[in-house]
């Protein structure tokens, strides 16, 4: 038990600073002062929302959706959580070397892209207020590392590809959703 606690608080430790460095004045933020502020009912919904009837309902995930239904994941992140997920968009997947993402969804390769979805999921909810740079441990028990440069943050995964948080703070009723640019993938072993 001691060691889960540990786990969790280096996990809350390393993340601290993304806020600060997504939270600035550009398109980073899920919300912006000039915008009307939501209605009481419309925050209701979102946060009734969970993280799969999000990705569900945002065009930019649809390759995500048929990742995680492929992969089996979608009760997973429908389920209680909390998780935070840092989802790669339509694009990132897109940038995939020819032929990759298609191998992935074949039903040989569910673990794999089981594997590799889980990569990008941490547990417990981790706003953007709350993160640092470090290394930090998925869910699939592979670490990647959070970095900052010029007020953008990063993520590296475990084969030296990059990926930078492109919108913060997308809450789900079991946890929080952060958008970035490519997919991660975990180390090979």
Same mark, same amino acid.
């Given at each position: 038990?001691?060691k889960?606690?540990?786990?969790?608080a280096?996990?809350? @430790?390393?993340?601290?600073?993304?806020? *600060?460095?997504?939270g600035?004045?550009?398109?980073? %933020?899920?919300?912006?002062s %000039? &915008?009307?502020a #939501?209605?009481?009912?419309?925050?209701?919904?979102?946060? =009734?929302?969970?993280?799969?009837?999000? +990705?569900?309902?945002?065009? =930019?995930?649809?390759?995500?959706? *048929?990742?995680?239904? *492929?992969a =089996? /994941?979608?009760?997973?992140l429908?389920?209680?959580g909390? $998780?935070?997920?840092?989802?790669p968009? =339509?694009?990132a997947?897109?940038?995939?070397?020819a032929?990759?993402?298609?191998?992935l969804? &074949?039903? #040989?390769?569910?673990?794999? /892209? @089981?594997?590799? /979805?889980? $990569?990008?999921?941490?547990?417990?909810?981790?706003?953007?207020?709350?993160?640092?740079p470090?290394?930090?441990?998925?869910?699939?028990?592979?670490?990647?590392?959070? %970095?900052?440069?010029?007020?953008?943050? $990063?993520?590296t995964?475990? !084969?030296?590809?990059?990926?930078q948080?492109? !919108?913060?703070?997308?809450?789900?009723?079991?946890? +929080?959703?952060?958008?970035?640019?490519?997919?991660?993938?975990?180390? !090979?072993?």
């Amino acid at each position: 038990m001691r060691k889960r606690w540990i786990a969790i608080a280096a996990v809350a @430790a390393s993340m601290t600073l993304l806020g *600060a460095a997504c939270g600035g004045d550009d398109d980073t %933020s899920t919300s912006s002062s %000039s &915008e009307p502020a #939501a209605s009481a009912e419309a925050e209701s919904e979102m946060t =009734d929302m969970t993280i799969t009837d999000i +990705v569900a309902g945002n065009e =930019d995930f649809s390759t995500l959706l *048929a990742a995680v239904g *492929a992969a =089996d /994941l979608a009760d997973t992140l429908a389920g209680e959580g909390p $998780y935070t997920v840092f989802a790669p968009t =339509d694009e990132a997947f897109a940038a995939l070397p020819a032929g990759t993402l298609d191998t992935l969804l &074949e039903p #040989a390769n569910q673990d794999a /892209l @089981a594997g590799i /979805l889980t $990569y990008h999921v941490v547990p417990g909810t981790v706003m953007a207020a709350d993160v640092a740079p470090g290394e930090v441990t998925t869910v699939n028990g592979a670490a990647f590392t959070i %970095s900052m440069e010029d007020d953008k943050v $990063y993520i590296t995964d475990g !084969q030296g590809n990059r990926a930078q948080v492109t !919108q913060t703070d997308i809450e789900a009723s079991n946890g +929080v959703i952060h958008v970035i640019d490519a997919v991660l993938l975990p180390p !090979q072993s």
